[in-house]
């Protein structure tokens, strides 16, 4: 009596992987996308938070654009990180109308300030 597997089974179970392979890659690919995506939106409205409440302690801010480094220098106590690889941008044109922008290479993601 031989012991193995034959041509037939080995070619029934790679078949299976393969099938297996073609529905599991692009859902995960998906699932990172999403998951990307979500952080940089979430990043951007706890930014922008922070600066509202800075604004609301200490009064107005000057308007202009700034990176991370230079909101942090300016709030303070109210200082914000962002994930490893992401990078933000602050629009600031006045207490009502302040724009966050979080990304990394591929994903971007964003909070307005809406009153």
Do not use: W
Not at 65 to 77: C, E, R
């Amino acid at each position: 009596m031989k012991k193995g597997f034959t041509l037939i089974e080995l070619i029934i179970v790679s078949l299976i992987i393969a099938i297996l392979s073609v529905t599991a890659i692009p859902t995960y690919n998906g699932y990172i996308s999403r998951t990307s995506d979500n952080v940089c939106s979430h990043t951007a409205s706890i930014v922008l938070t922070s600066i509202v409440n800075y604004i609301n302690a200490n009064g107005n801010i000057t308007p202009g654009t700034y990176d991370m480094d230079s909101i942090n220098a300016l709030m303070g106590n109210y200082q914000v990180r962002i994930p490893e690889g992401y990078s933000a941008e602050i629009i600031i044109i006045d207490v009502n109308d302040i724009t966050v922008i979080v990304q990394n290479n591929v994903y971007l993601g964003t909070a307005q300030l809406e009153i």
